[in-house]
């Protein structure tokens, strides 16, 4: 059974989208970190809180976890993952889905996580600004994870083609895989 952990080195890559996606085709829980992460009012759960509520999902069969969040939990995700998607997507490609997503989520009030919500301010101002932190990351990450991702099975997509293509392919031939894979039952006709 799979188990996929999604990264991506900023904002906006698209890791939601497609572990949702790859999730439903898999038909295997899908874990989306920062619901985790950000309790009421931003309040960031604790390490060992988080490591708790993270763990016996990890023990399943199969999931797909959205971030690692190696922070908090060290290599916990990438260790449990049998593959490792990197979403490594070029800043003209994610910096506008970045400003449309917040602009949908700041203008319409939508709630995120445990009720919080976006504003301009959060996003745009301050040292930790949405904005700001992407862009550092999306530097800093790419610097650092070739090195931290080597010990991994990982696969780095570049552009919206490449996460298309290899949504249709992986998703393919791991429910063939798994359908190879499944006791076969006897109708005894």
Do not use: C
Not at 106 to 117: A, C, K, M, S, T
């Amino acid at each position: 059974m799979s188990k996929v952990a999604i990264i991506a080195s900023a904002s906006g890559n698209g890791k939601t989208t497609l572990g949702r996606e790859l999730a439903r085709r898999l038909d295997v829980p899908f874990v989306e970190m920062d619901g985790l992460v950000h309790g009421p009012n931003w309040a960031e759960t604790p390490n060992d809180e988080l490591r708790r509520l993270i763990e016996p999902i990890l023990a399943g069969e199969g999931w797909v976890v959205d971030g690692s969040y190696r922070s908090k939990l060290g290599n916990l995700v990438l260790d449990h993952a049998n593959l490792v998607v990197w979403l490594d997507q070029p800043i003209r490609v994610w910096l506008p889905r970045l400003l449309r997503r917040t602009h949908r989520r700041v203008r319409g009030h939508e709630p995120l996580w445990n009720d919080n919500r976006e504003t301009w301010r959060t996003a745009l101002w301050g040292r930790e600004s949405l904005f700001v932190w992407a862009l550092r990351m999306h530097f800093a990450r790419r610097r650092r994870y070739p090195r931290v991702l080597a010990p991994y099975n990982v696969v780095r997509l570049r552009s919206p083609r490449e996460v298309e293509r290899w949504l249709d392919d992986y998703s393919s031939s791991a429910i063939s895989a798994a359908a190879r894979d499944a006791p076969s039952v006897s109708t005894g006709r």
